[in-house]
């Protein structure tokens, strides 16, 4: 894929540290745990890990904290062929979740944004030019919101297609919506953002919550309902349903992590939103057969041996 417009992730770099137990404990509660893991983990990376893997061009704009995490986490995004140019590094931690499991699935999390929290508009400056090769920028909301906010503009300004994954779900100006070319909420998310409308019942469809969206104007709405499927709308009068694959889920984290980079890299491929979308499905059903965030990641030719096995037994 040399000579393609590379895709550039801005976006949160977190460590995940992830302790099993019997039972989340109460205040002032000891538990022996079980199991301890660490992952790497954030949005940002997720996302774009999953769009190396595919074997399309991906760059990362955001910052990694100066302690021994963020050295271990670059390596990581590194070895996934993460173009990492702009990410900087600055003084302190970098991002970390701890996380906690119960026996029955159960889990409480704390995020501490660190360096995540550092993300500033001077950095999308800074990185310019990265955004103007860019073939479309991709976003989240685990960086400061007037971070994105401006992103959002120097998009618009530059003509580059700007893609927005609002998790965890924030208020979003008027204006931000406006700049969105696709607005890919999940299920809680677009409940969040549709709710914001007063004449808007938290009983609605996806196609009712879609309408919503596109009248405070985002460009495309898609809509990401877990096994359910997705909801395609734009203002061009795409509106569709597409069904979810039918597989047996290990574990579903950043499922809508992997969908949003193969989105991305659908588009930037030539495909139309309807089959970009449905080759997005592809790959976050792929991704829930396996453990982990990043590590269930497949490849663009794991991807295609499960298209073409999937539609062979289900024609």
């Given at each position: 894929m040399l000579g393609k417009k590379p895709i550039v992730v801005v976006g949160s770099i977190n460590l995940d540290l992830v302790a099993v137990a019997e039972k989340i404990p109460a205040i002032g509660e000891t538990v022996i745990g079980t199991d301890?893991?660490?992952?790497?983990?954030?949005?940002?990376?997720?996302?774009?890990?999953?769009?190396?893997?595919?074997?399309?061009?991906?760059?990362?704009?955001?910052?990694?904290?100066?302690?021994?995490?963020?050295?271990?986490?670059?390596?990581?995004l590194e070895s996934a062929r993460v173009d990492l140019v702009g990410v900087g590094t600055s003084d302190g931690p970098s991002g970390v979740a701890l996380i906690?499991?119960?026996?029955?699935?159960?889990?409480?999390?704390?995020?501490?944004?660190?360096?995540?929290?550092?993300?500033?508009?001077?950095?999308?400056?800074?990185?310019?030019?990265?955004?103007?090769?860019?073939?479309?920028?991709?976003?989240?909301?685990?960086?400061?919101?007037?971070?994105?906010?401006?992103?959002?503009?120097?998009?618009?300004?530059?003509?580059?297609?700007?893609?927005?994954?609002?998790?965890?779900?924030?208020?979003?100006?008027?204006?931000v919506l406006q700049q969105v070319d696709w607005f890919t909420p999940n299920e809680t998310e677009a409940a969040f953002y549709g709710a914001e409308n007063d004449h808007h019942s938290r009983s609605a469809t996806a196609a009712d919550t879609a309408e919503v969206l596109l009248r405070r104007g985002s460009r495309g709405v898609v809509l990401k309902l877990g096994s359910s499927g997705c909801y395609l709308a734009s203002q061009a009068g795409l509106r569709e349903s597409i069904p979810a694959f039918a597989v047996k889920a290990v574990d579903t984290t950043a499922a809508g992590d992997a969908f949003n980079g193969a989105f991305a890299v659908g588009l930037m491929l030539g495909k139309p939103p309807r089959e970009s979308a449905i080759f997005a499905a592809g790959v976050a059903s792929v991704s829930v057969t396996r453990l982990g965030a990043q590590p269930s990641m497949p490849t663009m030719a794991e991807v295609n041996s499960f298209m073409d096995s999937y539609s062979a037994t289900h024609s």
């Open positions: 301890f893991q660490i992952h790497p983990g954030g949005k940002g990376a997720n996302q774009a890990v999953a769009i190396a893997r595919l074997g399309y061009p991906v760059r990362m704009i955001g910052k990694l904290g100066s302690d021994q995490f963020g050295s271990q986490l670059r390596g990581h906690l499991v119960s026996s029955k699935g159960e889990n409480s999390i704390v995020v501490a944004p660190g360096a995540n929290g550092k993300v500033t508009p001077e950095d999308i400056s800074e990185n310019l030019a990265i955004i103007r090769e860019a073939g479309i920028v991709l976003t989240q909301l685990e960086i400061p919101l007037e971070t994105v906010e401006y992103l959002s503009s120097v998009c618009a300004r530059e003509n580059v297609p700007f893609i927005l994954d609002p998790a965890p779900a924030s208020k979003l100006s008027q204006k």
